[in-house]
């Protein structure tokens, strides 16, 4: 009978596969090794434990799969594979690892070691002290689950669970983490710390606390050597004045240097400060932090807040030496610096200008470079303007050199700028002062010039008066020019509304800034 050949190939085909399907765990599967007995003084079968049962005494010695274990005694069960191990067991494997305690079970085909009692675990690096722990010889992999200390050089670890991986030098640690190093304390839930970089990887919630700070963040990781730190996850820095937050922090201890990015918030408890932006830095040596990108300083009192924005927000102590805690004379001791772009918004008061200097111990903000303050119906402007703050609002103002406060004569007026009535007053330097925030008198000194107008019975503008004096004094009321003293050599004249000419109704330096006014918090950024 002849057989096709495709029937020949396909009869062929099938043989192959139930071959192999037969043959392949025979040819491929490696069969575990047998546990070899190296040595021991007395040993004997005991049929009362097991069949074929050997029982060890006295300097007992295995190899199994390049791994050496000495006890005192033990029981070998050869047909199993397995044994039981007494007293000062120990256990290597490779060049370092070496593992001890006082009872074992070992199971040769699983390369599984159980070790209770004063259990001892090294690497030449760290060691690792627990009361059980089981060792898979062929994964290299330790794991303890009643406790255990780790000890690695001046890094003391703890957790109630954990995993150790030789291979690879981690240890995987568990509840109740503890971390004690001479120079901090951490405590999270979860960890990986690896003995040849000294790095600890924070799984969870994680705290840092230390002699000058607390570290908090939900992930990151800290270098016990280099002692750098990386926190991301509701990450903050507490010092004994402040708290930076940030979506993630860099912190070297070493120069007590914190980097944050991301959401950045400094908030100063002591003086009721609060800076944002997206990038900010702390350092701790010199007690200074500064903020950049979308900057923020909020300044809270207690009936309201004082809103700052600039290119860069900086602040420093006042002198060199870090304030001790509980010094708050020192903490209070402070200075503010804002850096280009400046805006400020506060209920009853706003301003600009290029930059500003703040000292909290004085409550002293001084504005620099074509500053303008606004103040109720009232711009002031100045080569510098100096504010004096007392209890959350303004007790005094300076303005230096070349100083013009300009108010609107009749605020119901519409129409171009150059149509409006303004009242005006020009000197050399003037002194504001203030009760409940409202500027009721000015002290010209110094070239002084003014143009106010004067109202009838129906609160009209009927007159102008126009005065030059060196120095004089100027009364207001609800914001409005109530009263003026020329005090030296004064010369006025009062003109009809409609007999002077729309030139003279402006003082030389006038420039009305009212477009540029922030008008509320949001405002400063615009």
Not at 113 to 118: N, S
Not at 445 to 463: D, L, V
Request: glycine residues 6%; charged residues 20%; aromatic residues 10%.
């Amino acid at each position: 009978m002849v057989i096709p050949v495709t029937r020949l190939r396909s009869r062929f085909f099938l043989a192959l596969c139930l071959l192999l399907h037969f043959t392949g765990p025979f040819s491929y599967a490696q069969q575990p090794t047998r546990i070899e007995l190296l040595n021991a003084d007395v040993s004997e079968f005991d049929e009362s434990l097991e069949a074929n049962a050997l029982r060890l005494i006295g300097n007992v010695a295995f190899r199994h799969e390049g791994a050496t274990m000495h006890c005192d005694s033990a029981y070998l069960y050869r047909d199993d594979n397995r044994l039981e191990a007494f007293s000062r067991i120990n256990m290597r494997q490779g060049d370092s690892l070496q593992l001890r305690g006082k009872h074992l079970y070992y199971d040769g085909n699983t390369r599984i070691a159980q070790v209770f009692e004063d259990v001892v675990l090294s690497d030449g690096r760290m060691t690792l002290h627990t009361r059980q722990l089981d060792y898979n010889l062929g994964t290299e992999i330790a794991s303890y689950t009643d406790s255990a200390m780790i000890f690695d050089g001046d890094n003391r670890l703890s957790s109630q669970t954990g995993y150790y991986y030789s291979d690879r030098r981690d240890l995987y640690f568990k509840q109740n983490v503890l971390l004690v190093n001479p120079r901090y304390t951490l405590t999270c839930d979860t960890l990986r710390y690896n003995t040849v970089e000294k790095t600890a990887y924070f799984l969870g919630p994680t705290r840092i606390n230390s002699s000058s700070n607390t570290m908090y963040c939900e992930q990151g990781w800290y270098n016990t050597n280099s002692q750098q730190t990386s926190f991301q996850g509701n990450s903050y820095l507490l010092t004994r004045t402040q708290m930076l937050r940030g979506d993630s922090i860099l912190y070297d201890r070493s120069s007590g240097i914190g980097r944050v990015f991301g959401h950045v918030s400094i908030t100063d408890t002591v003086n009721r400060l609060i800076i944002r932006g997206d990038y900010g830095e702390h350092h701790e040596l010199t007690d200074s932090s500064w903020v950049a990108g979308n900057a923020e300083l909020v300044q809270i009192f207690d009936t309201d807040s004082l809103f700052m924005h600039a290119d860069t927000l900086l602040a420093t102590a006042a002198d060199s030496l870090p304030a001790a805690s509980g010094d708050t004379a020192k903490q209070n001791n402070r200075n503010l610096f804002a850096f280009h772009h400046v805006r400020l918004f506060k209920p009853d008061l706003q301003g600009r200008c290029d930059s500003i200097a703040y000292t909290l111990k004085d409550s002293t903000l001084r504005m620099f470079r074509d500053p303008v303050l606004w103040s109720g119906l009232n711009q002031l402007t100045a080569d510098s303007i100096d504010i004096i703050a007392a209890g959350g609002g303004i007790h005094r103002l300076y303005l230096v050199n070349s100083a013009f406060i300009a108010s609107r004569a009749d605020s119901s007026q519409t129409g171009p700028i150059d149509s409006l009535r303004f009242n005006q007053v020009r000197g050399k330097t003037m002194t504001g002062y203030f009760i409940d925030n409202n500027l009721y008198r000015i002290d010209v000194s110094g070239n002084g010039q003014t143009i106010y107008y004067a109202r009838n019975k129906e609160e009209k503008n009927f007159a102008v008066n126009r005065a030059d004096c060196s120095d004089m004094t100027i009364y207001l009321e609800e914001n409005k020019v109530k009263g003026l003293s020329l005090l030296q050599s004064p010369e006025g004249v009062l003109y009809p509304v409609k007999q002077i000419s729309t030139r003279e109704l402006r003082l030389k330096g006038f420039n009305w800034k009212e477009a540029q006014r922030p008008i509320d918090r949001a405002a400063i950024f615009r």
